[in-house]
């Protein structure tokens, strides 16, 4: 078996768009496809990460592939492949590009001798699949050391990076200075912010393009009301007399049914509460800059209080076993439930901690989005966040939502209008009080679900950074093929 593996992802139709853009929006977005396919006629689009799985990133991949191929282009996804040693390498480089510290392990020759031996042994098979005539996208700090053993093998290449800090410290340098020599002579650099763009790379060879969510996904998608209550209950999240006609099954991205059979594993004091029962959730893999400790200890606060309306929290994430490019998501997964393990008996009653299969992605998420339809808040009190995804999700159905003010989610919420941020993600005092504003006022958190929803639409679906990314590829085709342009 190989280092590389190829990702089979299913085509989705652009037309659908036609039923969430206006006349005018959905005719300029549909003539791309044709002029895109005769561009890309004979070649092939690659996408290249460590992940088909668990974050947003392969998400967002499996959403734009899938867009891609859908209007008649050779779409294709790799994931490369590491030992542990690569990953805690790329965790801490991670951490370092958000400008933490991490595990605190240092990024010098040795580790650049792991990442550059990993490089070469994934290039190699890289090399052998694609052709000279295609386009090569990288994504984030686990493929950069690929640029320079690719550049040669394909007619334009780029590096994504979809992480990032608005705050430059000691830390986010030492990240750069590890990754720049691998960047150098990378002719694109794609950020999801300009304030993410190093001072390093050259300001002319960056693009900046927000990440957007697929309206049409499983996880995304309108569901009816017996069909959230269908699925929370068959997980195990809530319990409660089944609706009157359950719906198991969800339409896929392919428009073939499947069907919600597996369970979530849930740690908890007791059964599930009922259904009805008012409910927090935060939606995210389980690492430390998503401050799940923070969200609890905050919740624990506003229970305290006894202003609270009985609502319980769910902190949910995927299954630690299925995601294979994070090595800390086991450990931070046990740190969550010692501290569980330590609040008081009332307060633990109401936390549950959900781990959702991820064996079937598009089962996944339908899972997620019958949960967030259902939250009664969505919360996201991320220390540190390059977008952070799950906030537009909720935005777009409707959930009033409580984030941190920081990366990218500065640039999806208006404060007080289509979600309310919190100015300091450490003060738990602050997020205590806000959430309890929240639960406790019904009218304003169902006019903040409203208005966020048409942001969302607005300015956060597949469509607007499709069409950004394929008049790019123009640009591109312009500057290596002229004649082909």
């Not at 340098?173 to 020599?181: S, T």
């Not at 919600?260 to 259904?275: D, F, I, N, Y």
Request: overall charge negative; glycine content about 10%; charged content about 25%.
């Amino acid at each position: 078996m190989g280092l590389v593996e190829e990702v089979d992802v299913r085509t989705r139709s652009a037309a659908r768009f036609a039923e969430v853009l206006d006349e005018a929006e959905a005719q300029s977005f549909l003539a791309l496809g044709p002029k895109f396919a005769e561009i890309f006629e004979g070649r092939a689009m690659w996408h290249v990460n460590t992940t088909s799985v668990g974050g947003g990133v392969a998400e967002m991949l499996r959403q734009q592939i899938g867009y891609t191929r859908g209007s008649g282009v050779d779409g294709r996804w790799a994931v490369i492949s590491g030992g542990p040693e690569f990953f805690r390498l790329t965790k801490r480089l991670h951490h370092a590009l958000h400008g933490m510290l991490g595990d605190g392990s240092p990024l010098g020759e040795a580790e650049r001798a792991i990442y550059e031996e990993t490089m070469r042994a994934n290039a190699a098979e890289l090399v052998e699949r694609i052709q000279p005539a295609d386009l090569v996208q990288l994504h984030d700090p686990q493929t950069a050391g690929l640029a320079p053993l690719l550049l040669d093998a394909c007619t334009g290449l780029s590096w994504r990076c979809h992480i990032g800090t608005d705050q430059p410290n000691d830390q986010t340098a030492l990240a750069w200075d590890f990754l720049y020599p691998y960047l150098r002579d990378v002719p694109y650099a794609i950020f999801s912010r300009q304030q993410y763009v190093p001072d390093v790379l050259d300001p002319a060879r960056a693009r900046i393009f927000t990440p957007t969510i697929d309206a049409f996904s499983p996880k995304n998608w309108q569901l009816s009301g017996d069909a959230v209550h269908t699925i929370i209950d068959h997980i195990g999240l809530l319990d409660g007399p089944p609706p009157k006609d359950p719906e198991y099954t969800f339409r896929r991205v392919d428009l073939t049914p499947g069907r919600v059979e597996r369970r979530a594993e849930v740690t908890r004091l007791g059964g599930p509460p009922v259904w009805g029962t008012p409910l927090v959730v935060q939606v995210s893999r389980w690492d430390p800059l998503k401050d799940h400790l923070g969200v609890m200890e905050g919740f624990a606060r506003l229970v305290g209080t006894g202003g609270d309306g009985n609502v319980h929290l769910a902190l949910v994430g995927p299954d630690v076993s299925g995601v294979t490019d994070d090595p800390e998501g086991a450990d931070v997964l046990d740190e969550i439930e010692e501290a569980w393990r330590e609040l008081p008996d009332h307060v633990r009653e109401r936390v549950h901690l959900v781990s959702l299969p991820t064996d079937d992605v598009e089962e996944n998420a339908v899972m997620v989005n019958a949960i967030q339809r259902y939250a009664t808040v969505v919360v996201q009190k991320s220390l540190r966040e390059g977008f952070g995804l799950t906030v537009t999700e909720a935005m777009w159905k409707g959930r009033p939502v409580l984030a941190s003010g920081v990366g990218g989610i500065c640039d999806q919420i208006v404060d007080g209008e289509s979600g309310v941020l919190l100015d300091d993600p450490e003060d738990v005092d602050a997020f205590a009080v806000a959430l309890g504003e929240l639960v406790e006022n019904r009218d304003r958190a169902e006019r903040l679900g409203a208005a966020g929803a048409e942001r969302a639409r607005e300015l956060f679906l597949d469509s607007h950074s499709f069409q950004a990314q394929a008049e790019w590829f123009f640009e591109i085709m312009a500057d290596v093929m002229p004649d082909q342009s």
